[in-house]
């Protein structure tokens, strides 16, 4: 099968870099301790504007299994929160009225990143099955989109979005080393017609995790959270032709070397609220300069707000509620909630 692809070359990084500060501003938010933290990373955090875009982290539930990883949180048209307990092989289903958890299907095939179409169908990365699919919530039957590349399957498909045209964008890891034996880390698209193109790949790109498309459908931001030293750790941008295809990637904000972020979504005037960070060191050569929690970048590539959240590992976040300003965050084993005072982008 013949690629068309175009992408930007990016090098590897051989020196650190600090998150951007935000310009001083009245902080909403109590001041928190920072524990065997640098002063840069304090320094990065002080004077944040956080209130304007975010509030207080609230628990909406927890998930008690054998074992717990969350990821993927969804909100469909009537505000029911979907996401995955990755190694349990679940899906989830969040009733916030209710106040009600239950399973919405088992097994998901390790199911990360989900998604909502405008049709209301369940977008899947089913990281087990190395496939796309799609559900349709009326008959409950499942279609795949796509499950392999260049004759290979793909290696486990992570997060997902989709642009103005309905395709699907989706980020696949971590993959072969060596090409010839296998797909290596990437960033694929669905279009329409089911035709699937390999927009970005390694070396290009090192670990490629969330995925999103800004409102005026002309930028896609890429995380990158490769846990190993000089490797990127940070937010791409690349503009977002027409056709699908992606140019002049650049680095939107860089996490360097604390842990980057992994999944992310954006608000109607562009800003991204991404899941980065940790409590504690996870025996990888991330530092705690990042603090865990939801980090508001502006479209200029400022770091404008920061929102602890309570546990290990923040992984993911979504807007949803009646005014698509509830925030519902994946994180360790809960559920949890941030009002926002900017509603989030749709689909």
């Not at 499942?142 to 793909?154: H, K, M, N, R, S």
């Not at 929102?307 to 807007?319: G, R, S, V, Y």
């Amino acid at each position: 099968m013949s690629i068309s692809r175009e992408s930007s070359r990016l090098s590897r990084r051989k020196f650190t870099k600090v998150l951007t500060a935000a310009a001083a501003s009245s902080s909403l938010v109590e001041p928190m301790a920072l524990p065997q933290k640098s002063c840069r990373a304090a320094t990065t955090y002080a004077g944040l504007n956080t209130g304007r875009y975010l509030g207080k982290a609230k628990t909406e539930t927890k998930v008690k299994d054998t074992v717990v990883f969350t990821e993927g949180p969804a909100i469909d048209s009537e505000g029911m929160v979907y996401f995955t307990n990755v190694p349990a092989r679940k899906i989830l289903k969040w009733d916030p009225a209710a106040r009600e958890l239950g399973v919405f299907r088992f097994p998901s095939h390790e199911a990360n990143g989900l998604l909502f179409d405008p049709q209301g169908n369940l977008l899947a990365c089913e990281g087990s099955a190395g496939r796309v699919t799609r559900t349709n919530q009326g008959t409950g039957e499942i279609e795949v989109l796509a499950d392999e590349f260049g004759g290979f399957p793909f290696a486990p498909p992570n997060d997902l979005c989709m642009d103005q045209q309905g395709r699907i964008y989706f980020t696949s890891r971590p993959g072969a080393e060596n090409s010839r034996q296998g797909n290596v880390n990437s960033v694929y698209r669905i279009d329409q017609d089911g035709f699937v193109d390999q927009i970005l790949r390694w070396p290009e790109v090192h670990m490629p995790n969330g995925i999103v498309i800004s409102p005026d459908n002309q930028t896609l931001y890429l995380i990158e959270a490769h846990p190993d030293a000089d490797h990127h750790r940070d937010i791409r941008a690349y503009d977002l032709a027409v056709d699908g295809t992606v140019s002049n990637g650049r680095v939107h904000i860089d996490f360097y070397p604390g842990r980057s972020g992994d999944g992310m979504c954006i608000d109607e005037a562009g800003n991204l609220y991404v899941a980065a960070g940790l409590h504690e060191l996870r025996g990888t050569s991330e530092t705690l300069d990042t603090r865990p929690g939801i980090h508001v970048i502006s479209p200029q590539g400022k770091l404008v707000g920061y929102q602890e959240t309570p546990e290990d590992t923040i992984t993911n976040c979504a807007f949803g509620g009646e005014d698509l300003r509830t925030l519902y965050v994946t994180c360790g084993s809960l559920l949890i909630s941030m009002r926002t005072d900017i509603p989030g982008k749709l689909n």
